[in-house]
């Protein structure tokens, strides 16, 4: 080992590590429909006549993806859930069951387990999944949290990373940068209270930037809109990672560029508020933060008039052929390239 070469992972990225890992897997069976590198991998099984199974699979590590000073059980486990689910509405399916395992470390008590599991039980009676099982391990590491769900999609709507074309209109849900900077918020109030006999953290003016970093929503009222309007998108995918890296997986996938307009990011005004407050760039924020878990999707520009009729969505851009990059724009017509973190 010592003679061979050795490269960091945060040479690769996230993405670059799973397509170096998964790249010598090739798809043996009729019934796999999708390999490695979308939100969900799809499946065809007998019993499903005219749709596919899919399938996700996350995982949740104590202090890397949330931290049991300030996060709630009862929201992280709801949290927990979201995160799996929000792939599949991803591949505009809907899910059906889901597995839990945990990796449970002796300072957890059967109480905060519990608590866990009642924010997972509110989930599951927001978006209708079954609760089907799991596995239970002790960990030396902290907390960690292993979700798989199992949805289902019709053939003819099942929507991939790959399917975006020119002149595409590029759909966002909700509003960016929220979640980034309610983490923001928590680990301010967290350095500011460390030690203190009684901490009362201040949260005044930015709930809303608290609930979209713990208790985040699955964006199932815009899959079900889109189904009722006949709406189908041509790609899509969960925003986990940030825009700009996710915009930039769809552009990877489909083989083309974007044009994202700088004036049309939905921005919530608490997320302006704390970032001025705070001197972060809220067009960073909304770039490059990630976990606002809404849906990033292209539709064919003469399906327009669709979009209103759904309600929630912003047209924020357009797909531009391949080789032209992915680009913002600003308001006075100027183009910056839209990069991401190698990592995240």
Do not use: W
């Not at 009862?74 to 995160?83: I, P, S």
């Not at 989930?123 to 079954?130: H, K, R």
């Amino acid at each position: 080992m010592e003679d061979k070469k050795r490269t960091e992972i945060a040479e690769l990225g996230q993405f670059g590590l799973i397509e170096k890992l998964t790249g010598r897997f090739f798809l043996k069976n009729n019934s796999s429909k999708n390999g490695a590198g979308d939100d969900a991998a799809v499946i065809e099984t007998e019993d499903c006549a005219g749709s596919f199974s899919l399938l996700s699979s996350d995982l949740l590590l104590e202090g890397v993806d949330f931290d049991l000073v300030y996060f709630p059980l009862k929201h992280l486990g709801y949290k927990a859930a979201v995160v799996g689910i929000s792939d599949i509405l991803a591949m505009n399916g809907r899910p059906k069951q889901m597995t839990v395992s945990l990796g449970v470390s002796a300072k957890i008590s059967v109480e905060q387990l519990e608590e866990l599991y009642v924010g997972l039980h509110a989930a599951s009676e927001d978006y209708g999944f079954d609760l089907v099982g799991g596995d239970t391990r002790a960990s030396v590491t902290g907390l960690v949290i292993g979700i798989s769900v199992v949805g289902t999609v019709g053939k003819d709507s099942a929507t991939f990373r790959s399917g975006a074309k020119p002149n595409d209109l590029v759909c966002i849900t909700g509003d960016l940068g929220a979640a980034y900077m309610g983490l923001h918020l928590l680990e301010r109030e967290k350095r500011a209270l460390e030690g203190h006999p009684d901490p009362r953290p201040d949260f005044a003016g930015y709930e809303y930037l608290l609930r979209r970093q713990l208790k985040p929503s699955a964006r199932l009222d815009v899959i079900d809109n889109m189904a009722e309007n006949g709406l189908v998108p041509t790609s899509m995918i969960d925003i986990s990672d940030g825009l700009a890296s996710d915009l930039l997986q769809i552009c990877k996938s489909s083989d083309c560029g974007a044009r994202v307009y700088l004036d049309r990011l939905p921005i919530a005004k608490q997320t302006y508020d704390l970032c001025e407050k705070m001197n972060i760039d809220p067009v960073v924020a909304a770039l490059n933060g990630g976990d606002d878990h809404e849906l990033l999707f292209t539709v064919p520009l003469e399906k327009q008039e669709l979009i209103p009729k759904v309600g929630g969505i912003d047209i924020i851009g357009h797909i531009t052929p391949g080789g032209t990059g992915a680009n913002l724009v600003t308001p006075d017509g100027s183009e910056i390239p839209i990069t991401a973190p190698a990592i995240r």
